[in-house]
């Protein structure tokens, strides 16, 4: 069995195909996705449709990154947030709680998009 330490100690984990960038393996993420050599996604995300995660990007918790979304620099992406269509989340930029950011919107710098239910 193969693992990988994400920050919390090692767990099982793979190389994807498409990038070579490692993926937990209770996270998904499509063929068809591209994950680069230093980005990583894990915990229970989903990366799926063509997006790109790339850079030294992170993906976690149950986040959802699909269609053509990109995530990418050192750019996160976590707890429910969902990153869709043609969005782009790039250099030190959050993605957090139950925030979308969808259609061709932009994040970026040291922005925080975060909407937590309380």
């Known amino acids: 069995m193969t693992t990988?330490?994400?920050?919390?100690g090692p767990?099982?984990?793979?190389q994807h195909p498409n990038g070579n960038g490692w993926?937990?393996?209770?996270?998904?993420?499509?063929?068809?996705?591209?994950i680069g050599p230093?980005?990583?996604v894990y915990d229970?995300?989903?990366v799926c449709g063509s997006a790109?995660?790339?850079g030294n990007a992170l993906v976690y918790d149950k986040a959802l990154v699909y269609d053509?979304?990109?995530?990418?620099g050192n750019a996160e992406v976590y707890g429910y947030a969902r990153v869709c269509d043609n969005a782009r989340v790039y250099d030190n930029a959050e993605v957090c709680g139950n925030a979308e950011v969808s259609g061709n919107a932009r994040v970026s710098g040291n922005?925080?998009?975060?909407?937590?239910?309380?």
Do not use: I
């Open 4 to 8: 990988f330490d994400f920050g919390n």
């Open 11 to 14: 767990v099982p984990a793979h």
């Open 23 to 34: 993926v937990a393996d209770t996270a998904y993420v499509a063929e068809s996705a591209y």
């Open 38 to 40: 230093k980005a990583r």
């Open 44 to 46: 229970n995300a989903v």
């Open 52 to 54: 790109r995660v790339s």
């Open 68 to 72: 053509k979304a990109r995530v990418f």
């Open 111 to 118: 922005a925080r998009v975060c909407e937590y239910a309380w």
